[in-house]
């Protein structure tokens, strides 16, 4: 398995003063996934957690759903020219019966740690439609435990304190228990490794939890959160229109701009439990959406 983080030499400059240190980077490296030994994927990553970033990913793109659908995940050896193992190259197997997806140039897999799903063909074709009716989900989450959920995943972010380079996700139940955190380069990485986790432990739908975000919301990460049968999601940042637009279609409650006892609410906010009544929207907000200020 490959290293997390690595060491190196910077030059530190504060207040006109130049100083030589020692400082943490975390590292980033192509994962390449295949399936049934076809290539499918080539994502940038943090090395760690990849069989659930792999199991993930496949659930996210509407291949699998349940953990007996994946037979087995290795790492293939070999897979440079000296014949060494760069644990860089993982091999899904499907269990038979499970249609395989289409690959084609249209709708190729490739992916990097800034976009998330690129390449798509249109925006219909990342529009997967999920398998778990998430609307009819009757999760409800108070306004005060949503609010706290990002000091709880920042105090849980490991890597995050030696480089302060990582996102993160967190799988939280809706009393504000921490179920399972992943970090990555990449924000779809680090939710792909979260859905993946959930998948091979058999908890998928993942009924009644919360998805908070330490960046922002986009759509894609959304369209993970569907396909994983999430029906709150919650974002430290701001999220995209096309975010608030498949939220709604989803019915998926999604929070952004998460700080201190402040939150801005987009979508589902009948799951939202408020300790005062709603009040109507002032004439100077006209009940625009804000823009977290």
Not at 40 to 57: N, Q, V
Not at 187 to 194: F, G, M, P, Q, T
Not at 211 to 225: D, I, N, P, T
Request: hydrophobic share 40%; proline share 4%.
């Amino acid at each position: 398995m490959g290293r997390v983080t690595v060491r190196g030499k910077v030059l530190r400059i504060k207040d006109g003063t130049a100083t030589e240190r020692v400082d943490t980077f975390v590292v980033e490296e192509p994962l390449e996934i295949r399936l049934d030994g076809e290539p499918l994927s080539i994502t940038m990553r943090t090395p760690g957690d990849d069989f659930d970033l792999a199991a993930g990913f496949l659930v996210s793109e509407g291949v699998v759903s349940r953990a007996e659908e994946i037979t087995a995940i290795r790492y293939c050896a070999g897979a440079t020219e000296d014949g060494s193992n760069t644990y860089n190259v993982l091999d899904v197997s499907l269990a038979p019966g499970v249609p395989r997806p289409d690959t084609s140039l249209e709708r190729n897999f490739y992916t990097t740690s800034s976009c998330g799903l690129c390449g798509k063909a249109s925006l219909d074709a990342v529009r997967t439609q999920a398998r778990w009716r998430v609307a009819e989900d009757g999760a409800r989450i108070g306004a005060d435990t949503l609010t706290a959920l990002p000091d709880r995943l920042r105090e849980a972010q490991r890597v995050f304190d030696r480089t302060g380079g990582l996102h993160a996700a967190g799988l939280f139940t809706a009393d504000g228990e921490l179920l399972a955190l992943r970090e990555d380069v990449g924000r779809h990485n680090a939710v792909d490794k979260l859905v993946g986790w959930a998948l091979r432990s058999g908890r998928l739908p993942l009924e009644g939890t919360v998805l908070m975000l330490s960046g922002r919301a986009s759509f894609e990460l959304v369209q993970k959160a569907w396909m994983a049968g999430v029906p709150m999601m919650a974002a430290v940042s701001a999220p995209s229109s096309l975010a608030v637009d498949l939220a709604e279609e989803a019915g998926i409650t999604l929070a952004g701009f998460l700080r201190g006892t402040s939150m801005n609410v987009y979508a589902g906010r009948h799951r939202i439990l408020l300790k005062k009544a709603l009040s109507a929207p002032s004439a100077a907000t006209g009940g625009v959406r804000s823009s977290g200020q």
